[in-house]
DNA sequence: CGACATGTTGAGATGGATCAACACTTGTGG
DNA sequence: CCACAAGTGTTGATCCATCTCAACATGTCG
């Protein structure tokens, strides 16, 4: 059964549709090639699917090329953490490489489609193309910066700044690769993710989503995000955004 | 006025104490040689000075060389979280290297010593000593999974199992070190950070921190901790600890 | 049709925040 | 040497943001 939507990654990375994207800082053809033979194929993950489990992790990286996924920590009584959103473009998979035992699960949100890559030629990587090591620090920093802003939002913001947080932050990071179309995204996460991400329980993150909407900050329905008031989103959630760089992508 | 207790780190990397505890991965001549003379110098930052502002961050990598500090965050109206906790060995401002713009501040708990190293040479490194690139992203994707758990505490746990959270995961970091000793550590944070780095209001925290005492799973006094009762704390943190491989250090 | 996931809403309970004192220590300047 | 300010820890009273529990609505899918 084809995965609707999602295409998997082609087969030459020369024909990624997702690398000639605005978001992107260029490669060498060199670089690309040695990508391409570091590759070791694509997969496809359905919605809802694990793509790292938190017990039992693969040893395989893989780029994010279509849909979207999270990470989480769970608490053995169950209680779920979602860490962050990833977004096509992002890395999957690379602090299992680094960590001393299972640090994290990953699963996709939407049907995704996913480049994969052997974990244990990462030090290959570093070895013959320094360039794509570079980028892999960048790719972990970035992300760290991430997990810090949701640590600060998780523990400094209350309910309403909180929404109104990773309304905009989302919003953001589609806009940007290219997601957005007449001011509407796609917003494959429900509320329970919502909740889970923001450490808040599953009701109150109705009642404070339901209030920003009444007040008309933003619309969400049919799985589809509006900002309807992103002056008054900043506003709320204090956040100040900033030109982003290219970033790299493996 | 010489800094009590700290000592700035050798002019000789091979005469680093730091790097010969059992804590860290050796490094090859020829790469211990590549460090020292990318090393711009050391420096001494007494405690509670900024190491990074969070405004105007500067130029510079570092190496956490002795004392503790710690990353944070602020919201524009104050509010403060405190990201993670450094030790020695730990390094500092690598993110921003790769950061949009500024992204959080450092600042030293006790007076601290660091060895400093030129942020623009950073891609020199990469280049010349792909292992030690290797190893950055090691230490990126380390603190990260620190900041994974953080957010996991802040976002899951109630007050109690943050605070056993807290007092075993930096108790465990410590005792790697050596800073241990008769089970005891010195313990240079007080009850505003320890709210700024759990989430929670300072009354909160001193509350929690006293009922934790009373049923002596711990004691803190002096600037000394020592857990009296570990079991009893992981139980509570709901914390499994694995064996910790060597890590590197640059 | 029933089972299930998801969203919505109200009522009541509570963990943690806020406000307000006060104790103790340390350093400083008169 | 004392008086005082500043930083830190402690404790009680009260408040409220958020949680929990419990229903019910809606849509999808077999």
Chains 1, 2 share one sequence.
């Not at 060498?28 to 090639?33: G, K, R, V």
């Amino acid at each position: 059964m084809p995965l609707s939507g999602t295409s998997a990654c082609p087969r030459r990375c020369a024909d990624c549709r997702l690398r000639a994207a605005h978001a992107f800082k260029p490669v060498s053809p060199q670089e690309l090639a040695f990508i391409e033979s570091f590759r070791s194929g694509s997969a496809l993950a359905p919605a809802g699917s694990a793509i790292i489990s938190e017990q039992n992790p693969n040893g395989k990286l893989f780029t994010l090329y279509a849909g979207w996924a999270f990470r989480y920590k769970t608490l053995s009584d169950g209680r779920r953490q979602i860490l962050n959103f990833l977004l096509p473009g992002d890395i999957i998979g690379l602090q299992q490489e680094f960590a001393d035992g299972p640090s994290h699960g990953v699963e996709a949100l939407t049907d995704a489609a996913l480049c994969v890559f052997p974990r244990d030629g990462l030090w290959e990587l570093f070895r013959r193309f320094p360039s794509l090591g570079y980028d892999l620090t960048w790719l972990a920093a970035r992300e760290e910066g991430m997990v810090d802003e949701n640590l600060l939002t998780t523990g400094r913001r209350n309910a309403t700044e909180r929404l109104a947080m990773l309304l905009i932050h989302l919003y953001r990071r589609a806009e940007r690769l290219g997601l957005v179309q007449d001011g509407s995204m796609a917003f494959p996460i429900n509320q329970q993710h919502i909740a889970d991400a923001l450490g808040l329980s599953l009701v109150h993150t109705n009642k404070t989503l339901r209030r920003l909407q009444q007040l008309g900050l933003h619309e969400l329905k049919g799985g589809q995000l509006s900002l309807l008031n992103p002056k008054a989103l900043h506003r709320i959630a204090d956040y100040y955004d900033l030109p982003m760089r290219k970033v790299p992508m493996l």
